[in-house]
């Protein structure tokens, strides 16, 4: 089965501190992995995506490691602040690629002051 | 630019009854999905489309209808309502390379 694993549970930290998120996936390697925030009350938006080819991207803030050894994606934030506190979702597509994402359950980050 | 436009943003149905979630966009993307969104369950693909007039089954497809025949829109039928239809739905549209999806705000659907 297709299957993504984020951890469940909740992620507090102190604001400055750096976040790490993971993402396992079971069976096949995907293209890519994508990133996603949602906050209550709304829609996921997309951050990142990284291929398989990447080992690791960033934008900003923000940086997304991809191991297909560990079948493995670590989504970091740095310097977190208390406005990064957010529901993080991984994604990836099926085999050969497509728009049929399957999603992590995702993972709660609470940045504390 | 809206982006991906949902309506209603909430509704609650009795069981048994019908209704049409809409999802618009104007962005001209071929792909557009839909999902629902459980505690613990995830985000679960319901039906997709690749383009006007192709439609196709996702995950969890028992319950709902949908077509697609314009490129802007992409409705979601519920035929008869059942208490376990209640969740969150969100639309989605990707462009035709299928990368960065594109998320509505959700409807909060109760079905009692």
């Known amino acids: 089965s297709q299957k993504i694993e984020q951890n469940s549970e909740a992620l507090n930290i102190q604001e400055g501190k750096t976040a790490t998120l993971t993402c396992n996936y079971t069976?096949?390697?995907?293209?890519?992995l994508q990133w996603y925030r949602q906050d209550p009350g709304r829609g996921p938006v997309f951050l990142l995506l990284?291929?398989?080819?990447?080992k690791e991207k960033r934008k900003e803030r923000l940086k997304v490691t991809f191991d297909t050894t560990l079948k493995q994606s670590l989504f970091h934030i740095t310097a977190s602040q208390p406005a990064d506190s957010a529901t993080y979702l991984c994604?990836?597509?099926?085999?050969?690629?497509?728009?049929?994402?399957?999603f992590g359950t995702g993972t709660q980050l609470k940045v504390e002051l | 630019n809206a982006g991906v436009t949902q309506t209603p943003k909430f509704q609650v149905l009795k069981t048994g009854q019908s209704m049409t979630l809409q999802c618009a966009q104007d962005?001209?993307?071929?792909?557009m999905s839909w999902y629902r969104q459980d505690p613990g369950m995830g985000l679960r693909l319901i039906h997709y489309s690749v383009g006007a007039g192709i439609t196709d089954q996702g995950e969890v497809p028992n319950g709902y209808n949908v077509s697609r025949s314009t490129t802007e829109d992409f409705p979601l039928r519920l035929l008869s309502a059942a208490p376990s239809q209640t969740s969150v739905y969100f639309c989605a549209s990707n462009n035709r390379r299928g990368t960065e999806a594109f998320f509505g705000q959700g409807t909060r659907l109760t079905v009692v």
């Open positions: 069976n096949y390697s995907p293209a890519y």
């Open positions: 990284i291929r398989e080819n990447e």
């Open positions: 994604a990836r597509p099926p085999p050969g690629g497509g728009n049929k994402l399957t």
């Open positions: 962005m001209n993307h071929e792909y």
